[in-house]
């Protein structure tokens, strides 16, 4: 007898995922595991319950960023940096994003000002970086 069983696993159930604060929490882990589509899941009902949580959309441009969904990670990203203009994480994030679409023109004023506020070496190289693609 030889048949073919197939045995699904039960779906991983994060204890109140939908609450905004555990939400957070849990796609932070995930992410940090380079686990978007995951994050996403949890991400999608928190931002439900609140819509505005500065938190939650930060950690969902993440997770688009990760999966190259670039033009959603640049609707939250910009929708972050406008809220938030002194946010040099969203700020960087935009710029990268814009880079990754070949939008250098657009990214260069994030990416300098990014390094700017928050003087990371690797801010400053990404803009150098599309200063040189800029110059080509």
Known sequence: MNENVEIQAPAVIFPGQSAPES???????????????????????ALEVEPDNTGLLTMRAWAYLMRAQLQRAEADLTRLVEENPSDDWSRHALGRCLERQSRYAEALPHLRLAAAMSGDPDHGLAALRVERLLAD
Do not use: G, N, S
Request: proline share 9%.
């Open 23 to 45: 939400a957070y929490q849990t796609a932070f882990d995930l992410l940090a595991r380079r686990a978007p589509k995951e994050a996403l899941e949890v991400l999608e009902p």
